[in-house]
């Protein structure tokens, strides 16, 4: 069972940057692709980013891409997301994820594992 813990979530203003970062429990981080998902209220969660076990590959949604970007510390058992130019549209509850493969995905259910989330808030 692996336990993911994020950090880094708060207000920033519109234009502004934050850093996430998903901790994980698990020795065997590197075997597991990881995932950044985020909920709006009223929405339903959705794919922001993903980086396969290596690190090798990543893919970011349309809606960030050039702006928010993730990265992974195999030894520091880490995952990132670096966020820039934030937009109040940006707002919600982000929330890291794992899965039991090596390779990247964009769904929801393909993932195995979630943390409890960290509340990211953009003010315009």
């Known amino acids: 069972q692996v336990q993911l813990v994020e950090s880094g979530g708060g207000l920033v203003q519109a234009g502004g940057s934050l850093r996430l970062s998903c901790a994980a429990s698990?020795?065997?981080?590197?075997?597991?692709?990881m995932g950044w998902f985020r909920q709006a209220p009223g929405k339903e969660r959705e794919f922001v980013a993903t980086?396969?076990?290596?690190?090798?590959?990543?893919y970011v949604a349309d809606s960030v891409k050039g702006r928010f970007t993730i990265s992974r510390d195999n030894a520091k058992n880490t995952v990132y997301l670096q966020m820039n130019s934030l937009k109040p549209e940006d707002t919600a509850v982000y929330y890291c994820?794992?899965?039991?493969?090596?390779?990247?995905?964009?769904?929801?259910?393909?993932?195995?594992?979630w943390g409890q989330g960290t509340q990211v808030t953009v003010s315009s």
């Open positions: 994820a794992a899965r039991r493969t090596a390779f990247t995905a964009v769904s929801r259910t393909a993932y195995d594992y």
């Open positions: 698990e020795r065997t981080f590197s075997s597991y692709a």
């Open positions: 980086i396969s076990r290596s690190g090798g590959t990543t």
